[in-house]
């Protein structure tokens, strides 16, 4: 069997195809959806993602701030401008890159985010929201996980979802998302015993644990649905996921690529999500 590819690339260019109809939609009624991004430090990574968040939202036609902070900032000095966009109308999202420098409190940071402008998913209010079920901004990467298998017509009704992975931003959201569409969910982390017993058993396999190589040939069972979440480098330092990619796509019967896989889509869902949040504000 060679599994089938799911092209992140190519479902974000259908996806912000129709996003750029929306935005020109309300542009014509006097608003465009504004997306503010904040960046403290240099950090080479965090560099290369809010670059690329930015050029998506000048090519969809969303208005977007840069606010670049040194490593220095005070804290308060960055609760103070989240204050500000908060109370600015031309701004309907905001994104505080992560991580911050260790003497800036995140959880606090995050937390003094407007609620209706948490286009990140991160904030209480957003988990909770997603916790109960009730509509809210979910958080890009697993939400754009739930797109990719949504392009394959995938019916996740009574399946069996392994998610490998448990953190705050991927795995405890992805988990919940799972769940909302009647799947059996089932949690693994770095203490889980018989992990290959698991994945054995699992329809659909989430990956986001950052580990090179951490799913292999023989701990998929054919047919088997994987979304490799993982960013890392291999020996040659080219980017990879967690995913033996040659191997696994041996007997899977969906595969996602890492790059061209859930990376796209990750921005993609935060354009999504900013334009809903625009079209929410222009209701109210």
């Known amino acids: 069997m060679t599994a089938q590819l799911i092209n992140g690339n190519e ?17 014509t009624k006097g ?38 902070y040194p490593q220095t900032i005070s804290e308060n000095e960055l609760l103070a401008h989240i204050r500000l966009l908060n109370g600015d109308p031309k701004i309907h999202g905001i994104l505080v890159q992560l991580p911050l420098p260790n003497h800036i409190n995140s959880t606090r940071v995050i937390e003094s985010i407007d609620p209706l402008k948490d286009v990140d ?32 017509d995938y019916d996740l009704k009574g399946k069996h979802a392994v998610v490998l992975g448990r953190s705050d931003i991927v795995g405890k959201p992805m988990a ?37 190589n951490l799913l292999t040939k023989d701990m998929v069972k054919p047919g088997a649905v994987v979304i490799d979440v993982g960013m890392n480098r291999d020996d040659q ?14 007997v899977a019967g969906f595969i996602t690529p890492v790059p061209g896989g859930v990376g796209p889509m990750t921005i993609t869902m935060l354009l999504q999500n900013t334009l809903d949040s625009a079209e929410k504000y222009l209701c109210r």
Not at 46 to 68: H, I, M, P, W
Not at 121 to 148: D, V
Request: some cysteine.
């Open 31 to 68: 608003l465009t959806p504004g997306l503010a991004v904040i960046m403290v430090g240099e950090n080479p990574a965090s560099q290369v993602y809010v670059r690329n968040k930015v050029k998506a939202c000048e090519e969809v036609g969303f208005f977007s701030s840069l606010d670049t």
């Open 11 to 27: 479902l974000s260019k259908s996806i912000r195809a129709a996003l750029t109809q929306r935005a020109a939609t309300l542009k």
């Open 121 to 152: 998913g991160f904030h209480i209010s957003s988990a909770g929201a997603l916790l109960k079920g009730m509509p809210g901004f979910w958080p890009c990467t697993p939400y754009g996980c739930m797109k990719m298998l949504d392009s394959i």
């Open 176 to 212: 919940l998302m799972l769940l909302e569409q009647k799947a059996t969910v089932t949690i693994c982390h770095s203490s889980t015993l018989n992990l290959k017993e698991i994945t054995l058993q699992a329809d659909v396999i989430v990956c986001a644990v950052g580990k090179r």
């Open 237 to 250: 330092g080219r980017l990879c996921g967690d995913v033996d990619f040659p191997g696994v796509s041996e």
